[in-house]
């Protein structure tokens, strides 16, 4: 096989072997992957920082009060990492500055656990897949040198199957896993930033706990009978 013959998907996964089937596979799990990570962070992260903004806002203008676990309790709010962060936090009975940063950190490495659940895949797949090319790329040559020395004569004709499945190998290794790559640090740091945004919700959450729990009662007005049958 030549390479003017590499013109249809047929014709290249043939020319590619069982390696570049492999690769095809992989890089179908690898999209998937990414597009679903896309709209996960799109939804939760989105969303959080919305919250995040108007969290912030009342604790400015009102301090805690019921609008901040009200706008946590909303739904389709709930169950984000910064609805989870604010209600646990000001639910809890902990009023120490240092339980209290460890609360938060507990949560918060948490939510970002579970943002992170399946990047590892897709750091997998980056550092994975160049080999399994490099290694359809050695099976490649390999032939090309069998046919060569089992081959009459000594053209190019002799070696070009063998050599045409060593480039498509690589090459498929190499187009999985550069996007595979790029998506991981890209969602990585989209994952590191709002941690540290939820981080500083945390220390602002904290704060206004403390500030309120020093707070003196006030006592209830006592009133004596002839002012309440007024």
Known sequence: MDFSQIGSVQELLK??????????????????LMIERF???RKTINKSRKLMSFLRHSLATEGLGPKIFDACRVKGYATTPAAKLTLNLLKSDKT?????????????DWEAAQLSRKLSALATLAS????????????GVMRAFADLSAASG????AVAKGISEALINTAAGLFVAVPALIAYNYFLSKVNF?????EYLAQE????KIENAKKPVQPAVQKNFFEVIK
Do not use: H, Q, R, W
């Open 154 to 157: 000594t053209g190019a004709s």
């Open 96 to 108: 120490n500055l240092a339980e209290l940063n460890d609360l938060a950190d507990t949560i918060i």
């Open 15 to 32: 020319a590619g072997g069982i390696v570049l089937i492999l690769l095809l596979c992989l890089s179908i799990y690898s999209l998937s």
């Open 194 to 198: 709002f941690t540290k945004d939820m």
């Open 205 to 208: 959450l904290i704060s206004a």
């Open 128 to 139: 994975t897949t160049p080999f399994i090319g490099l290694f359809g790329t050695v099976l």
């Open 39 to 41: 709209f996960k962070y």
